[in-house]
């Protein structure tokens, strides 16, 4: 909204990478504050941040696909019935 600041504090930064301003912060300073697209090249902790937060998700998109894949598992066999005898 036009006129307004808005601070978020993101873990996810798909959450955060359209916004105006990201303020970098490492050991409690801000270390590097652009864009999404400008933090990328001047920022290497952004961009490993960023690297990292891509690989997960491709490895759970991975990881659905292959779920959605694996075949069902064959039903167990049956088990005997066991009969209590009078004794």
Known sequence: AAGK??????HRLSTIN???QI???DGGQVVAQGRHAELLTASPLYKALWDAHIGA???????????QRAEPLPPEPAQ????????
Request: charge should be negative; aromatic fraction near 4%.
């Open 18 to 20: 359209g916004v105006d």
């Open 80 to 87: 005997p019935a066991v009969h209590d005898t009078p004794g």
């Open 23 to 25: 303020l970098v912060i």
């Open 57 to 67: 998700q491709e490895w759970r998109l991975r990881a659905e696909r292959n779920a």
């Open 5 to 10: 600041t808005v601070v978020v504090i993101a």
